[in-house]
């Protein structure tokens, strides 16, 4: 196994301090009296409440973000040792799952303890809410509790990323760089591309990643179909084009992005391509500074990969990153947000190389006040050749 | 790698309309014109769409189940190729992400041309709505839409796995029987747990599981603080006891079970501890028979762990499992579920070693008309010792 070079684990308390004075001012700004937060990331931004146990659907957890003081969790009391190791502490338990009332009596009377006058919920683009519906109708039915939206505060705190966050995405590509460089040693012509997908888990978690939520690819003739099927059992022949996307995550924070791989020699078509997706790269490298928005991102890219012709069903060419595998914004022409130094972003052109065919490039970059700087080790123009 | 020796990839076609057949017939009466789904494990119920793509929350997908005909798709477009691979034929899509509208006009447009009554949404305990609540509200405030309860149709639905199901169950058992029969080679006196979570990650796929979503666990002398938290940094010792949980995908289905290992000789504490939690899941095994109802296994079980005192912060002793790390019923003296053939269920005793101290351990079964039969590899009652 490689040593874990990455920053220390897990934030100074300073770190949180600082994100609920933020969250505080803006709530300020907009009448709130507290947020509401329901789901993973919402919950460990302000509490480093890092745990997989998310995975269970079964129990709700909230947080509490009052417009003074510091955050006060309602959680199952399954949760409330590992919460405890960290700076939370007030945190206030009932022993779910509890069918007939799972933490909503509680959850009421705290918000009412706290908030006397309206209360955020995230409820805009990119969020959900991590509580059964008829949880949600019964509190907001209860008398002084006013749900009301966050006007985007969460979405506003966690677009910039702190240096110790960017240090920790950093660290995540570093592992995915890692894992890239020594590919050809879990693949090879003739292996089916769903051994090539765990082979290629096993290296990440060998080269250090803490788990791997998302790998996704492809393979087949001069390209592949799409970017987000399961692997299959098909083996990988001599003209095939290999593409392999990993969003692994080291102490709580996602890289994503790509590498493809001709699988013998490519032909010339497959070889202008992957030059062509990283002229595109570079294209939104250069493009991505602070006072641009996400949108000249986007066409900076979309001029070399269709002509300007303004993307392709995928929808959108790069996207924010951190807590989470996507995040805003979104690298689309509707999309007009200001780029600003901290927001951690992928680039991702994409073109047809035929018929239901398509290649797909992917890096990961931090704005700066100069410009962008890349977080992934950089694909060359020339598309790598394997297993020939 | 371990040949994949599971089931057949995927369900027959036969498998998604019985499935849409008994929804149909519950709809029918409960007075549904149809079923509005928005979560992974809903969606892919009907349609067999699987992808981890998922993991990235920016889009939202809609299924629909209509009072009678096959299921409608409103989804992104980026997922249409993958989903037309399935039996689902009529796919409707828009570019997303579309932060204006994405996907609620097209959406509502649907559920007017298909549901000219109440549309059933699963609002009840365990599920959530994986869409923007601002999104929602829209959805619901378009005359001629009608969001009401499902009735819990989706619970009573996956509550009862059919024969197919079963199987890919037992087939993700049988990866994470095949990788605990090999723990000794990733684990070693002296490893940090961290190291022992990637490697045992790595076994996991090596054996046959697609990818390893959950790996919880913890190591202490005589047990473990919790079964929550993130393996730290520290180094095993003689004497302790180290607990993974795994739960692992093959094809779209989990499994969830753990196993404890003595890192040296166990004290007398231990090693009767172990033995009392064997006893307790042989009860459990014993009082999971048709008829007998969730609290009636969580009693069987809390008799020998706590002496009846009714639980333990953790909850819950046992759950559902299936499509989900977790699902309904609990094993709670609150859940009066009645136990029928084809559910599937772990059974998860624990109970306290010392101070702040637990053990735990868990096995997988389903329920036949003569009892429950085991699908993980049962453990005996002697902890099995290692790293001495």
Chains 1, 2 share one sequence.
């Not at 070399?304 to 951190?322: F, M, N, P, Q, Y």
Request: net charge negative; proline share 8%; with cysteine.
């Amino acid at each position: 196994m490689t040593p874990d070079t990455g920053p220390a684990r897990g934030f100074d308390t300073a770190e949180y301090r600082a994100r609920t004075a933020r969250a505080q001012a803006l709530m300020a700004e907009q009448g709130l009296s507290a947020l509401l937060l329901t789901t993973e990331p919402e919950v460990r931004y302000f509490s480093g409440y890092l745990t997989r146990f998310w995975e269970s659907p079964t129990r709700p957890w909230f947080l509490i973000v009052p417009a003074a003081g510091d955050p006060v969790a309602v959680i199952p009391s399954i949760g409330a040792p590992l919460l405890a190791r960290g700076w939370i502490r007030d945190i206030r338990t009932w022993r779910a799952p509890a069918p007939e009332d799972d933490g909503v009596t509680l959850l009421a009377d705290t918000l009412r303890e706290l908030a006397p006058g309206p209360v955020g919920v995230p409820m805009g683009h990119e969020t959900h809410l991590r509580m059964p519906l008829a949880d949600w109708q019964r509190l907001r039915d209860v008398p002084g509790v006013d749900l009301v939206p966050d006007g985007g505060i969460l979405r506003r705190l966690r677009l910039i990323k702190s240096e110790a966050e960017i240090a920790k995405t950093a660290a995540a590509c570093a592992v995915a760089s890692r894992a890239f460089a020594r590919v050809t040693e879990v693949m090879a012509r003739g292996m089916t591309l769903d051994t090539v997908f765990r082979r290629f888990q096993m290296l990440c978690l060998e080269e250090g990643a803490d788990w791997v939520p998302y790998l996704a690819g492809g393979a087949g003739p001069g390209g592949y179909a799409d970017v987000i099927s399961p692997a299959g059992p098909q083996a990988l022949r001599a003209g095939d084009v290999l593409m392999l996307d990993t969003g692994l995550v080291r102490d709580g924070y996602f890289c994503d992005f790509d590498r493809n791989f001709s699988i013998g020699p490519p032909t010339a078509q497959v070889r202008n391509a992957h030059a062509r997706l990283i002229e595109a790269t570079q294209a939104g490298l250069a493009a991505a500074r602070p006072g641009a928005t996400a949108a000249d991102v986007f066409h900076a890219m979309d001029r070399i990969v269709t002509d300007g012709a303004g993307g392709s069903d995928a929808g959108r060419l790069g996207h924010g990153l951190g807590m989470q595998l996507t995040e805003w914004p979104s690298l689309i022409p509707d999309d007009h947000t200001v780029l600003e130094p901290g927001m951690v972003l992928t680039l991702e052109p994409g073109l047809e190389t035929g018929p239901g065919r398509i290649m797909v490039h992917e890096e990961n970059i931090v704005l700066r006040e100069h410009g962008a700087d890349l977080l992934s080790d950089p694909a060359s123009a020339d598309i790598p050749v394997t297993g020939g």
